[in-house]
């Protein structure tokens, strides 16, 4: 801990070094000759313009470093001049005015402001405080216009990189920035929203219910907020599907919404889920609106538009999800939204473009359909196939995606994650590696594969971690991975997700490395699960060379309704035949019935099937042939 002792007296600064973090936010610069500030939808700049008068007008920001040493330097800017190779100059000094570094930034081209931290060595950027005390950071814009700062960030030993939108600023010496960003509150919208959500004006139900196509829940467009406030008189917007007839779809179980401020947002919460003796979550799925602001949390799911069209659009889609640098990555539940979406769109829809499109949203932490309105007269076999593949397939996903709620909520770790180097990729979770086709044409791409052992989802090939491979990719596949060690949870496919309940529950455990898993449940419905109302079960694999031990934990806690017995199938792939299975130190008979274990050499997969109640634990020691 690097905190500062209370009896200390730290002098009075604007900005601190609170726990070997230095975080300043645009919004609190002050303006000056060449820099002004612009407010946008998502966040708050301060940019450079035009000026003769450059020295007088620099950027000055200062702050106090309560603990010496080397930090590493992060700018959340970009650079909208066409100008090449052009850099801004910026210099760090002491409290005494003395010279401590100086160095040249070349800020990320474009309008979209990123995380940097390198020079053009392609080096961490570092500043050396040589003591405690107060110091200033300079830019000199030169006089030249369309330099972009949206934050900045400095790190003691570069142990906390920024990601989103950074750190809480670092206006009190003895907070945690750290502790303070894990303590922004987040909320977990309704069950059904990581099922499979049909966004459209228009509902073509006959082609879904004849297609045997299930969708959880309907998004209804309302651009201004004002339609779906008259909705919430009515009491319209809190109903739940009744999913055993799709049509009753028709009905406004959640909202796409376009044209929408904080206000708005604080005002339909309020007056839905707040609201005395009112219980039931709505779902807003809004566009992306001021997200330095961590009460946007509150209201978790969002979408956000690049502009583009074409693959182009699908890419930075990918990237928007994927990419820690970018503004948007911390939004809890980030949907992906094609260009047809759009109000004014009024192009045709490319098979393939809609396949990809399809294929990267069911891997999403919120699956909407790339729908639109010609369902009936124009769609082709391929295009139902695939629907059918991949709703299933998320359907039978969802004990696995919701799990991942409570660490949003709990650890703030959304979902889906990814790395700054590779932006074409993202995890779902910690075993899924998906890497969608983002090229026209394309049937194999470069996948960067992290360090251990991985499966491929579709036909088990194996690849060794840490390095990159050119996969195959047809148009009936996105390429996805499966990180050794992992513990998957599947239920059956019985429609969707409202329809089906976890009492039967598959998991697939990938051998080769130890794991563990913790489902995660609640009632799906309610806000009880914030007084603690919510179960979880923990799932542990460990391997050695000649045995393997794998444990189903007592369910921890309850809620309402909740199954007081669980049956499981578990499938151990790429597993040996073992000599013999034992459940708390009892011998498990060999067979294909409830409570023994089977061999399936052809696929080298040992079944258990077993089934235990909520209060008991169970370990299963695998003996191996030695």
């Known amino acids: 801990m690097l905190s500062t002792p209370s009896c200390v007296h730290v002098p009075e600064a604007e900005f601190y070094s609170a726990e070997g973090i230095v975080s300043i936010h645009a919004k609190s610069l002050d303006e000056s000759d060449s820099w002004r500030h612009k407010h946008g939808e998502l966040l708050t700049t301060i940019v450079s313009v035009e000026t003769t008068e450059p020295v007088r007008g620099a950027l000055d920001l200062s702050f106090y470093v309560q603990h010496a040493g080397t930090y590493q330097f992060w700018i959340l800017g970009s650079d909208s001049s066409t100008s090449k190779n052009r850099e801004l100059p910026v210099q760090v000094f002491d409290g005494d005015n003395y010279l401590v570094s100086s160095f040249e930034l070349a800020l990320p081209s474009g309008h979209e402001p990123f995380?940097?931290?390198?020079?053009?060595?392609?080096?961490?950027?570092?500043i050396f405080f040589e003591k405690e005390g107060h110091y200033s950071i300079l830019f000199e814009s030169g006089g030249e216009a369309g330099f972009s700062i949206a934050a900045i960030h400095l790190s003691l030993n570069g142990a906390h990189e920024p990601s989103g939108t950074g750190y809480p600023e670092t206006r009190r010496y003895n907070m945690d920035p750290v502790l303070e960003k894990r303590d922004h509150h987040v909320e977990i919208p309704p069950a059904w929203a990581f099922g499979v959500l049909l966004g459209t004006d228009q509902f073509e139900g006959n082609y879904f219910i004849e297609s045997g196509i299930h969708i959880d829940a309907l998004l209804s467009r309302d651009p201004s907020g004002f339609?779906?406030?008259?909705?919430?008189?009515?009491?319209?917007?809190?109903?739940?599907?009744?999913?055993?007839?799709?049509?009753?779809?028709?009905?406004?179980?959640g909202v796409l919404m376009s044209k929408v401020n904080l206000s708005t947002l604080r005002d339909i919460h309020s007056s839905t889920v707040l609201k005395e003796n009112l219980v039931?979550?709505?779902?807003?799925?809004?566009?992306?609106?001021?997200?330095?602001?961590?009460?946007?949390?509150?209201?978790?799911?969002?979408?956000?538009?690049?502009?583009?069209s074409g693959y182009d659009h699908l890419k930075k889609q990918v990237e928007f999800t994927s990419n820690p640098h970018g503004i948007t990555y911390e939004v809890p539940f980030l949907a992906a939204l094609p260009e047809w979406f759009r109000e004014d769109f009024e192009g045709e829809i490319d098979e393939e473009l809609f396949i990809r499109w399809l294929q990267f949203s069911a891997f999403n932490s919120i699956m909407v359909l790339p729908s639109f309105s010609d369902w009936e007269t124009d769609r082709s076999e391929e295009i139902t196939n695939q629907l059918q593949k991949f709703t299933s397939l998320r359907h039978r996903l969802f004990p696995y995606i919701y799990s991942y709620t409570l660490r949003a909520r709990t650890a703030r770790v959304k979902p889906v994650t990814g790395a700054g180097a590779h932006t074409a990729q993202f995890m779902l979770g910690e075993a899924f590696l998906a890497a969608p086709i983002v090229e026209e044409g394309s049937d194999q791409r470069q996948v960067y594969f992290p360090a251990g052992s991985w499966y491929n989802y579709w036909d088990n090939t194996e690849y060794l971690g840490g390095q990159s491979w050119i996969v195959?990719?047809?148009?009936?596949?996105?390429?996805l991975f499966i990180r050794a060690g992992s513990i998957i949870p599947y239920r059956?496919?019985?429609?969707?997700?409202?329809?089906?309940?976890?009492?039967?529950?598959?998991?697939?455990?990938?051998?080769?490395?130890?794991?563990?898993?913790r489902l995660y449940e609640d009632d799906g419905k309610t806000m009880k699960y914030r007084e603690g109302d919510f179960s979880t079960t923990a799932f542990r694999?460990?391997?050695?060379?000649d045995y393997a031990t794998f444990n189903i934990g007592a369910v921890v806690r309850g809620f309402e309704g909740r199954r007081s017995e669980t049956s499981y199938t578990l499938r151990f792939k790429f597993m040996d035949e073992p000599v013999s299975v034992t459940a708390n130190e009892e011998t498990v008979p060999n067979g294909e019935e409830p409570g023994m274990w089977h061999y399936n050499e052809r696929d080298r997969t040992l079944i258990i099937k077993w089934s235990q109640p909520d209060s008991q634990r169970t370990e299963f020691y695998i003996q191996m042939a030695s």
């Open 472 to 479: 195959e990719a047809p148009l009936d596949e996105i390429p």
């Open 115 to 126: 995380w940097f931290q390198h020079d053009r060595a392609n080096e961490p950027l570092e």
């Open 492 to 517: 059956d496919d019985s429609g969707s997700v409202m329809q089906a309940t976890n009492d039967y529950l598959t998991l697939d455990i990938y051998t080769g490395e130890s794991g563990s898993f």
């Open 227 to 253: 339609e779906l406030q008259e909705h919430i008189k009515q009491g319209k917007f809190l109903y739940e599907p009744d999913l055993e007839n799709q049509e009753d779809l028709q009905g406004h179980f």
């Open 280 to 308: 039931t979550r709505g779902f807003l799925l809004s566009k992306a609106i001021d997200l330095f602001n961590p009460e946007i949390k509150m209201y978790p799911a969002m979408w956000r538009d690049s502009g583009l």
């Open 541 to 545: 694999y460990f391997e050695h060379t």
